[in-house]
């Protein structure tokens, strides 16, 4: 009688050990996709953007901005001339780049009286242009200037004709609205320095007066 139903038992075990083998199996399966389909998501997403240190290398940056304590020039200015009282008047301030944007107009307004700078501007739009220069000091003096922003000035500067004499009375001019505003020395230095980074790719020669 007890042998009736002893055989069940190895039955039963060999039952057991076998679906534990197929459920595994199955698993290790499923894991195998999962993963493959996670390598070519990550593929997928390097071959868009490519990996974060060529990223890095592909884009160089070519000179840092200045440091006022722990705080870059860009935001440090914003709060540090907030309460100027006489240097503004007469000029719109800008809730989004303050005193920058006071600078640029200033230095659009000594460039244009000078009509070889003028010339450059006459069928321009002045409003665009001088948020678009007020983003790109800040930009400078908040991230620093990298390889691409240089490639996309030397861009959009190309066919304009811009003489070294012209540059230098749109540079002086910047330079000496910092001097008037008592700038640091470093914010000083590093605009000099872009200035001179700059003037190869937006004159259209150096060689030419
Ligand atoms: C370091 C010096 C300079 C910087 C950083 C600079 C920056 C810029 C920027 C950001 C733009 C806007 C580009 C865009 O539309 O996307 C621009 C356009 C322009 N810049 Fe400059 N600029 C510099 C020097 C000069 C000088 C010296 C002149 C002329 C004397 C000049 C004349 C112009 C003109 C005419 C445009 C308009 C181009 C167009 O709309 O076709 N720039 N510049």
Same mark, same amino acid.
């Given at each position: ?12 075990? %060999? ?15 499923? %894991?195998? !996709?999962?993963?493959?389909?996670? @390598?070519?998501?990550?593929? #997928?997403? /390097?071959?868009?953007? &490519? ?6 290398? @592909? @884009? ?10 722990? *705080? ?8 540090? $001339? ?5 240097? &503004?008047? &007469? $000029?719109?301030?800008?809730?989004? =780049? ?5 600078? +640029?107009?200033?230095? $659009?307004?000594? &460039? ?13 739009? /002045? ?8 983003? #790109?000091?800040?930009? %400078? ?18 066919? %304009?004709?811009? +003489?070294?004499?012209? =540059? ?5 001019? /910047?330079?000496?609205?910092?001097? !008037? $505003?008592?700038?640091? *020395? ?24």
């Amino acid at each position: 009688m007890v042998f009736d139903w002893i055989w069940l038992i190895p039955a039963f075990i %060999l039952g057991l050990v076998v679906g534990l083998f197929v459920a595994g199996a199955l698993a290790a399966r499923r %894991l195998a !996709e999962a993963h493959a389909d996670n @390598n070519k998501l990550k593929e #997928m997403a /390097l071959s868009v953007k &490519g990996p974060a240190h060529a990223r890095e290398t @592909n @884009n160089k940056l070519l000179i840092p901005p200045p440091m006022i304590g722990d *705080q870059t020039a860009a935001k440090w200015a914003m709060t540090h $001339y907030a309460g100027r009282p006489t240097l &503004g008047a &007469g $000029y719109a301030d800008d809730p989004q =780049y303050g005193v920058w944007f006071e600078i +640029t107009k200033k230095m $659009y307004a000594a &460039g244009a009286g000078d009509l070889g700078v003028f010339r450059h501007f006459q069928f321009k739009d /002045l409003a665009a242009l001088e948020r678009k220069f007020t983003a #790109m000091l800040f930009m %400078l003096l908040d991230v620093g200037i990298r390889e691409k922003t240089v490639a996309k000035l030397a861009e959009v500067h190309k066919d %304009l004709d811009i +003489t070294p004499r012209e =540059y230098a009375v749109v540079i002086n001019a /910047l330079y000496s609205i910092l001097q !008037e $505003y008592k700038m640091p *020395q470093n914010v000083l230095d590093t605009v000099a320095k872009a200035g001179a980074a700059l003037k190869p790719v937006i004159v259209r020669s150096a060689s030419v007066a």
